[in-house]
């Protein structure tokens, strides 16, 4: 199943590892600030110990797409930030084009 809808996916879009990776670590991103959020204005602290245990998950997924990430050299944390901008801007000239 998972195959069918891999190929489906390819079929319409020009998609990779690296940009399915992306996406789960602006999800994660964005779900971490939803939970924070729910976990700060919580009125009872049974729901704010819910927010915040779920909050954890997502960060501790958000860690483990990152790490693979830099594992398979698509972030590079330690480069110097000229660097980084200069993959960032190269890449995007892909994604326009």
């Known amino acids: 199943m998972t195959s069918f809808f891999t190929n489906k996916t390819k079929e319409n879009m020009d998609i990779n590892d690296e940009v399915i990776a992306?996406?789960?670590?602006?999800?994660?991103?964005?779900s971490a600030q939803a939970y924070l959020?729910?976990?700060?204005?919580?009125?009872?602290?049974?729901?704010?110990?819910m927010y915040s245990s779920s909050l954890n998950q997502v960060l501790g997924g958000h860690t483990a797409v990152t790490e693979l990430a830099v594992k398979k050299g698509w972030e590079k944390?330690?480069?110097?930030?000229?660097?980084?901008?200069?993959?960032?801007?190269?890449?995007s000239k892909n994604t326009l084009s």
Do not use: C, F, I, R
């Open 22 to 30: 992306n996406n789960m670590m602006g999800s994660a991103a964005a």
């Open 37 to 49: 959020s729910a976990t700060m204005t919580a009125p009872t602290p049974e729901l704010k110990a």
């Open 77 to 91: 944390p330690y480069h110097s930030p000229s660097e980084q901008l200069s993959d960032v801007y190269n890449k």
